[in-house]
């Protein structure tokens, strides 16, 4: 019997449709913003392909590596659904944030890539483990005190990933919610999310 291919693999294979049918697009004449989230939001069908598109082949493939490491880790505990369900949700979520910092402060955006999803990812693992809710258990230090850790972090990692032309805000915006999804185990399927909640006690 055929074993069924991984989600992270379906993802990479979206990337690369994507970004072939970008680079045909351009040959007629439709340029990055045809895929991109940019404001003003022109063409609405961009708040789903932003998360999918990529300027470049470099940024692809940083996207793609980032998409493996941490894909690799989330597919483990999740259905096909919600591992998908839940790439687009954050990307679209921290694409969105990115959008609209830009258009309060009245500077011109244009978000395209995974990264948002893939730092959401991170945030993901960083948070749904036994180590992290040991930790956090252990330190005592109630809600603010989580909430400013999750922010202390997150900017830790903007920081790190931070580059010209680097969507910070959506960099943090996808830890933030990552981390926070992975606090409530959002991805864990049914029987597997009883069997850890009973372990966990």
């Known amino acids: 019997m055929r074993r069924p291919r991984r989600p992270t693999v379906d993802l990479l294979l979206v990337f690369a449709a994507v970004f072939a049918v970008q680079q045909v697009a351009g040959v007629v004449g439709f340029g990055v913003e045809w895929f991109a989230l940019a404001t003003p939001l022109r ?21 793609a590596v980032g998409l493996v490491v941490v894909g690799l880790l989330l597919e483990r505990s999740t259905t096909r659904t919600r591992f998908h369900g839940f790439v687009l949700g954050t990307g679209m979520l921290s694409a969105g944030a990115e959008f609209l910092v830009g258009a309060a402060l009245g500077s011109p955006v244009a978000v395209l890539g995974a990264s948002g999803a893939v ?9 749904d483990n036994r180590l992290a809710g040991g930790v956090l258990s252990r330190a005592g230090l109630g809600r603010r005190g989580s909430v400013a850790l999750l922010i202390a972090v997150a900017t830790v990692v903007t920081l790190v990933t931070f580059g010209p032309g680097v969507a910070v ?5 996808g830890f933030v919610v990552g981390a926070l999804a992975g606090r409530v185990g959002v991805l864990r399927a049914g029987a597997r999310q009883g069997r850890v909640d009973s372990v966990r006690g």
């Open 43 to 63: 063409r609405p069908w961009t708040v789903v392909t932003t998360v999918y598109a990529h300027a470049t082949l470099g940024h692809l493939l940083a996207n």
């Open 119 to 127: 730092l959401a990812g991170v945030g993901y693992v960083l948070a």
């Open 169 to 173: 805000v959506a960099h943090f915006t």
